[in-house]
T-cell receptor, first 114, second 117 residues
């Protein structure tokens, strides 16, 4: 099965709405967790990350908390803007691995309307 | 350069032809990755280089796919005898050292769009 599962899109919201994009993972050990964002016409960019349980990653008003007990890393933002319209990817790696490979979810398309 | 640079940005090729995709990583980055992004498949890992060697090439989908890296810098992904199912965006990424769990951020290029007709 998938090692990273994120909610299917597309997600359509009005400006200033609250955003949650769910992400759960399966892994042995203690992976590092990431959210990447892909804006239209651009490459993947790291949005935020967390490397151990209970860590909270945050950037540009987005937050995600590493929940070991629920194996989750849900992305949240309190008030979305039109400029947040993009595809969001949850990803994990294997903590301490020297291989550096990332395992991605399938991505969630977010569209924010003014 | 400032970021990961890939070329060509777009490539249309006929089925059965060979293609080469080039990646120029961020200067000083020893780790380099190739991923593939296609509709219905999401982001698939292809191969990882540390320096010029490839400790993980488990994601290459068939023996038609190969990659090399020279001088610890530029990498080339080669697809021989292309098939229509090879149509995808091929993403290159690099990091200062092994990325992901080792703490080094992985930076992605904008990708090479490949269309096989």
């Amino acid at each position: 099965g998938d090692s990273v599962t994120q909610m299917e899109g597309p997600v359509t919201l009005s400006e200033e709405a609250f955003l949650t994009i769910n992400c759960t993972y399966t892994a042995t050990g203690y992976p590092s967790l990431f959210w990447y964002v892909q804006y239209p016409g651009e490459g993947l960019q790291l949005l935020l990350k967390a490397t151990k349980a209970d860590d909270k990653g945050s950037n540009k008003g987005f937050e995600a908390t590493y929940r070991k007990e629920t194996t989750s890393f849900h992305l949240e933002k309190g008030s979305v803007q039109v400029s947040d319209s993009a595809v969001y990817f949850c990803a994990r790696s294997d903590r301490g691995s020297t291989l550096g490979r990332l395992y991605f979810g399938r991505g969630t398309q977010l569209t924010v309307w003014p | 350069g400032a970021g990961v640079s890939q070329s060509p940005s777009n490539k249309v090729t006929e089925k059965g032809k060979d293609v080469e995709l080039r990646c120029d990583p961020i200067s000083g980055h020893t780790a380099l990755y190739w991923y593939r992004q296609s509709l219905g498949q999401g982001l698939e890992f292809l191969i990882y280089f540390q320096g010029n060697s490839a400790p993980d090439k488990s994601g290459l989908p068939s023996d038609r796919f190969s990659a090399e890296r020279t001088g610890g810098s530029v990498s080339t992904l080669t697809i021989q005898r292309t098939q229509q199912e090879d149509s995808a965006v091929y993403l290159c990424a690099s990091s200062l050292g092994p990325g992901g769990g080792s703490g080094n951020t992985i930076y992605f290029g904008e990708g090479s769009w490949l269309t096989v007709v």
